[in-house]
């Protein structure tokens, strides 16, 4: 029997899937229990176009993180720490004070998507990765200096 799939089954495949299973399945498992439809013309129609709605909304998401990602890379952070007098920083600039800091300027990411190995503890400038996506990614200049 052939049947669209509506949820995940593991084994069988993802949402929007058409496969073809044994009749047993499908009537005695599948379908009682909302995890598929039969496949006719009128659903692959609806299927077809979920799905085309669902890529295009995937590329409009897309297409926003690139530009986000291009404001991201025009950004330069500066923090001031305390130091002492052979210029050792007490205190560190973390993930989180970079997002509250890009939050100041009216871009708002989520915390994991900063990309810091462990926190800034040193005066200088900093390279820090922010990955939107895993093909889209910009890099934020952190400049940490003596309060």
Not at 60 to 72: F, G, K, P, S, Y
Not at 130 to 141: C, K, M, N, S
């Amino acid at each position: 029997m052939r049947i669209v799939l509506r949820k995940e089954v593991k084994g069988v495949g993802r949402p929007g899937d058409v496969k073809d299973v044994a009749d047993g399945y499908a009537t005695n498992f599948l379908l009682p229990r909302g995890l598929a439809v039969e496949a006719s013309a009128a659903t692959m129609r609806a299927v077809s176009q979920q799905q085309d709605s669902t890529k295009a909304r995937v590329e409009r998401e897309r297409a926003d993180l690139r530009q986000l990602a291009q404001r991201i890379g025009e950004v330069r952070l500066s923090f001031a720490l305390k130091a002492g007098a052979q210029g050792k920083v007490f205190g560190s600039v973390t993930n989180r004070d970079i997002v509250e800091a890009l939050a100041a300027r009216g871009i708002a990411i989520e915390r994991s998507k900063i990309h810091l190995a462990e926190p800034i503890r040193s005066l200088g400038t900093h390279r820090v990765v922010v990955r939107l996506l895993p093909d889209v990614q910009a890099e934020i200049a952190v400049e940490v200096t003596t309060a």
